[in-house]
């Protein structure tokens, strides 16, 4: 297996690796082993009582040295420390937003544009609760610069419906109407993709996944699939674009 170096990233660029390559050795996303230290950042943060939509999924990241917390889909997660927010993306789409004067920044992680009901599973409600979450740590909306990662087309067959392309379509224009300079992206194509965000610093690092090591992705993104296919057929009550 070929192996990249990872290079550091500025806070206006993204670390990119090939499709197959990897992160540096050792570097997965497994939770360590045992409990955390009493008193340490890990123990504080998972002491903590999660806000609706806030990732409470920490563990110690054992390759890169940190603490991390992992996004899950319908989930964000803002900091001002440099703790690894991570997230795994097929179909999906994370939006990192940071702001540079108040250096908070955070992840977001959205199946579908739009939908029933307020879930951070649609992307309106995802950006809005992201960066709503960011204003009240200190960012200001007029300072706020996002990285924007996914939206791949990993499920063949399922051409037609274009989830990828449309979460895409949707979080580009989203930024632009709000005028959130996109300074960095990673989107489209037919790879699932890895990404680490350091919200203190707006470092990110993205590793493009092998295809046909995508299970779990898959089966994520059957799921906003079949959403997508019973809200556009659900007698008009939803209209996703």
């Known amino acids: 297996m070929n192996m990249l170096r990872s290079r550091s990233t500025s806070a206006s660029s993204s670390s990119l690796s090939r499709p197959g390559s990897t992160f540096p050795a050792g570097s997965g996303s497994s939770p360590g082993i045992g409990a955390p230290a009493p008193g340490s950042r890990l123990a504080r943060l998972r002491a903590q009582t999660p806000k609706p939509g806030q990732a409470s999924f920490f563990f110690y990241e054992a390759h890169f040295k940190s ?3 992992k996004v899950l889909p319908g989930e964000y997660y803002v900091d001002d ?19 540079r004067n108040a250096r908070v920044g955070g992840m977001n992680h959205f199946m579908l544009p739009d939908g029933v009901g307020d879930s951070g599973r649609y992307g309106s409600f995802a950006m809005e609760m992201l960066i709503n979450e960011l204003m009240k740590r200190g960012a200001s909306r007029s300072g706020l610069e996002a990285k924007v990662f996914g939206g791949g087309a990993v499920i063949s067959g399922m051409s037609t419906l274009n989830v990828g392309e449309r979460n895409t379509t949707f979080v580009l224009d989203y930024l632009k109407t709000e005028r959130i300079t996109v300074v960095s992206k990673d989107v489209l194509d037919i790879y699932p993709r890895k990404v680490c965000f350091l919200p203190a610093s707006g470092k990110a690092m993205v590793k493009r996944l092998a295809p046909a090591s995508t299970d779990a992705l898959v089966a994520q993104d059957r799921v906003a699939v079949e959403r997508a296919v019973s809200s556009s057929s659900g007698g008009g009550s939803v209209d996703l674009f």
């Open 67 to 69: 603490d991390a917390v």
């Open 81 to 99: 420390e440099d703790l690894l927010i991570m997230t795994t993306l097929g179909s999906c789409i994370a939006a990192c937003l940071w702001d």
